[in-house]
């Protein structure tokens, strides 16, 4: 099966729930944002820029509890911002698991290998034989230090602290848009890349479930993305979200000012995303995609869909962001508020004629994959329902042993490095540096 039974019996039995009931909106994934600080600063990212927050600007651990039980949605991505710079991170986790639902942490993986060690040494006071025979097998892959593992056999400093344990209903969700020059280049930092490869990989030795997500760009080699998944096939994953990129005005204004870059050689229009998708339905075939094949062949350009952003409603510190997890007009106090205040009407795209100036462009999974699963007379074609029953019961793609020749690390590490963030600053300051990099 591509998906595990029981988060698909979940999922299932919560559509069919409101289907039966004959709900007109109700939520399927949850955007929890509890912060927006984050350790990077990645080309193209909206969040840091709309909300440039400090750490003091958190959720209260009781109101992100809240906000699944508010909105009942079964899947609950934990994003920001870090989220695991959050102070209460493995709280929340724990708590979400807890009323039963879906976690994916959607993270950049600088901070998961700490998370996983946190975990093995909670569980050295329980199994020390289970967990020595791991850390033999982590500092021999080079995963965890000598040093790190004697840290580990000490134990944990606090043993009542909750850890981020494997869980069949926990995903680290790692964000990688590319092999290892492209994904550093977009996150403004090298070494990166690295790190997201050692974490998945340790996570797959501990039993953790693994996926990634990816946003697609006008400049992404979709060559280069495809080769990523060969090679991510090696290491195990459990799956893969792609979109293309929404362009933030946030987003863009940093880029102009910060960067010297020019927006509209950076983000997708409609026809670019439809030729960027055109082989995701055999890249579906051939990896574990957890996309829809609807919404797939959407952003291949074979379908319309309409927008069902109500379905993937977003919390953070300002509230219930509205409309969607892209533009923000107001912030309500209660989900049911944001159902109920937002002009749904107003926003989308339809018949090829955008409503809202903002959607024009726009094609994400957040707005776009929830009008695959739940269908309704405006996205529904006959032979959908056993599409999907089909993609999500058909056996996961094995991976081809093409990853093996991959050469994933064709940036820093094969002594391709490139100035990024701060350091093109101090370049621009001694031009001798950036003369020497080029
Ligand atoms: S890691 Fe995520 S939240 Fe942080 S800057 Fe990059 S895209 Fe934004
Ligand atoms: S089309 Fe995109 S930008 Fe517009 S409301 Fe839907 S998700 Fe938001």
Request: net charge neutral.
């Amino acid at each position: 099966m591509r998906f595990p039974l029981a988060s698909t019996a979940k999922v299932a039995s919560h559509i069919i729930r409101h289907k039966l009931k004959g709900t007109p909106r109700f939520a399927t994934v949850l955007q929890l944002e509890p912060l927006h600080t984050c350790n990077l600063t990645c080309t193209g990212c909206g969040r840091i820029r709309e909300y440039s927050t400090s750490l003091k600007d958190v959720m209260p651990l009781e109101d992100c509890l809240q906000a699944p039980i508010d909105c009942n949605a079964p899947m609950v991505s934990i994003c920001g911002g870090e989220p695991l710079i959050y102070p209460q991170i493995e709280a929340l986790t724990d708590g979400i698991l807890g009323q039963g639902r879906i976690v994916y942490m959607c993270t950049n993986a600088m901070f998961m290998r700490r998370k996983m060690r946190a975990w093995l040494a909670k569980e050295f006071l329980k199994k020390p034989q289970v967990v020595e025979k791991h850390l033999v097998e982590l500092v021999a892959q080079d995963l965890v230090s000598a040093k790190d593992a004697d840290a580990v056999r000490q134990g944990p400093k606090d043993p009542a602290a909750p850890v981020i344990a494997p869980n069949q209903f926990f995903y680290w969700n790692v964000h990688l848009d590319g092999l290892e020059y492209t994904h550093d280049l977009i996150v403004e930092r090298e070494g990166v890349f690295k790190e997201c490869v050692l974490a998945m990989r340790m996570a797959k030795l501990l039993g953790y479930q693994v996926a990634t997500n990816t946003t697609i760009y006008k400049e992404t080699d979709m060559a280069e993305i495809e080769a990523m998944y060969e090679f991510l096939g090696e290491i195990g994953l459990d799956g893969h979200t792609i979109s293309p990129g929404y362009d933030y005005d946030a987003a863009k204004k940093d880029m102009v000012e910060r960067l010297g870059l020019q927006p509209e050689n950076f983000f997708l229009t409609r026809d670019m995303t439809r030729e960027k998708f055109k082989d995701s339905l055999d890249w579906a075939a051939r990896f574990p995609f957890l996309n829809t094949p609807v919404f797939l062949e959407f952003l291949a350009g074979q379908r319309e869909l309409t927008c069902s952003a109500w379905a993937v409603p977003t919390r953070n510190i300002g509230g219930w962001k509205g409309p969607c997890y892209f533009m923000t007009d107001n912030h309500f106090s209660s989900y049911g508020e944001l159902l109920e205040k937002v002009d749904w009407d107003k926003y989308g795209v339809v018949q090829g004629k955008a409503r809202d100036p903002r959607c024009e462009n726009c094609m994400v999974h957040c707005g776009y994959e929830p009008s695959a699963t739940l269908g309704g007379k405006e996205n529904a074609q006959r032979g959908d329902m056993w599409k999907n029953i089909k993609f999500n019961f058909g056996s996961k793609p094995k991976p081809s042993g093409k990853g093996k020749t991959v050469n994933a690390f064709n940036g820093v590490t094969a002594g391709r490095g490139h100035l990024t963030g701060e350091q093109v600053k101090r370049a621009a300051a001694k031009p001798s540096v950036a003369a020497a990099a080029a």
